[in-house]
Nanobody, 123 residues
Framework: VQLQASGGGFVEAGGSLRLSCTAS????????MGWFRQAPGKEREFVSAIAWRGGSELYADSVKGRFTISRDIAKNTVDLQMNSLKPEDTAVYYCAASRSPYGSSSATAYNYWGQGTQVTVSS
């Protein structure tokens, strides 16, 4: 499975972006999906995850109420709607497919990773 993330860009604080992740082939019923991010000089951190069938969403505390994850099984995509963006959201965002039907906040649960898309939020 190859994952392609898109939708990153430059936005002012308070603005919105929508990230999309497309899988090269249909993921199996064992693949929950997740988003992680990595800022310069920092470790990769969990952002959000969703079960393969949708539902069972997980969010990092830092993005709760601002970000929304969604899954389109027919299109084999997972999107991350990011609202009220802050400068601290600046990072490279990665999508990933999990070994489990449910998403996870642990990076070790994921065995497929996309190439990342840059999100830059100016103050």
């Amino acid at each position: 499975v190859q994952l392609q993330a898109s939708g990153g860009g430059f936005v002012e604080a308070g603005g919105s972006l929508r990230l999309s992740c497309t899988a090269s082939k249909r993921t199996s019923s064992n693949n929950g999906m997740g988003w992680f991010r990595q800022a310069p000089g920092k470790e990769r951190e969990f952002v959000s995850a969703i079960a393969w069938r949708g539902g069972s969403e997980l969010y990092a505390d830092s993005v709760k109420g601002r970000f929304t994850i969604s899954r389109d099984i027919a299109k084999n995509t997972v999107d991350l709607q990011m609202n009220s963006l802050k400068p601290e959201d600046t990072a490279v965002y990665y999508c990933a497919a999990s070994r489990s039907p449910y998403g996870s906040s642990s990076a070790t649960a994921y065995n497929y990773w996309g190439q990342g898309t840059q999100v830059t939020v100016s103050s």
